[in-house]
């Protein structure tokens, strides 16, 4: 079964450069999220999608943050401009959004900002 | 809003001890879906288990949690650790709207 694709798994970037993660969802699944993980803040959601509509995104990320979803099979999470402390993991969930909503992870994407 | 609190941040044990990580959670809806998920070092989160009946026992690869709506609680239980156990869980609930997980606690098994 195809799972969340997550494109690419690492990034290394400069301060001040523009980058673009992607994430391709299980096929059929409404509900998309972004989330950054760190080892002190722990999962924290960046945006959330149900049918491409984007129904939150995360206040504290607005600003270098933008999170889009053309389509049903694709979405892409834009840091303009980077900084340091963009270093993560950016990991893409997708679920059902009915029913049984475990959202499904893909492998992320490890973002290192120099 | 919905919210879900993981009161342990790290937990140690020695290998063949039982597990207890706490979950406890606050939501509007009368019948929230619950979650655990795993992650292993270099990995992503994966389902553990999941409920949605009150009372019930529900497993899966060793461990077991049991959804009580009168305490708002779904803990994580293993009768015997193992040292592959070592990873970061995450208790997860939602309502039918967005999916909110916990801070996580890591869990640590030693010989």
């Known amino acids: 079964d195809a799972g969340v694709t997550q494109t690419p798994r690492h990034e290394v970037a400069e301060k001040g450069q523009t980058i673009i993660l992607k994430c391709e969802p299980v096929?059929?699944?409404?509900?998309l999220f972004w989330y950054r993980q760190t080892k002190i803040q722990g999962l924290e959601l960046l945006s959330y999608?149900?049918?491409?509509?984007?129904?939150?995104d995360g206040g504290a990320f607005k600003d270098r943050f933008k999170a889009e979803m053309l389509n049903s099979s694709f979405s892409t999470l834009k840091i303009q401009p980077t900084e340091p402390k963009d270093s993560a993991v950016y990991l893409c969930?997708?679920?059902?959004?009915?029913?049984?909503?475990?959202?499904?992870f893909g492998e992320g994407t490890r973002l290192s900002v120099l | 809003g919905d919210s879900v609190t993981q009161t342990e941040g790290l937990v140690t044990l020695t290998e063949g001890l039982p597990v207890m990580l706490n979950c406890t959670y606050q939501?509007?809806?009368?019948?929230?879906?619950l979650f655990w998920y795993v992650q292993h070092l270099n990995e992503s989160p994966r389902l553990l288990l999941k409920?949605?009946?009150?009372?019930k026992r529900t497993e899966h690869q060793g461990f077991h949690a049991t959804l009580h709506k009168s305490s708002s609680s779904f803990h994580l239980q293993k009768s015997s650790a193992q040292l592959s156990d070592s990873a970061l869980y995450y208790c997860?609930?939602?309502?039918?709207?967005?999916?909110?997980f916990g801070s996580g606690t890591r869990l640590l098994v030693s010989p």
């Open positions: 969930a997708s679920s059902p959004g009915t029913g049984d909503q475990a959202p499904l």
């Open positions: 096929s059929g699944h409404n509900d």
């Open positions: 999608f149900r049918s491409k509509s984007l129904m939150e």
């Open positions: 939501t509007i809806y009368s019948n929230p879906f």
């Open positions: 409920s949605f009946t009150d009372n």
């Open positions: 997860a609930l939602t309502g039918g709207y967005k999916v909110v």
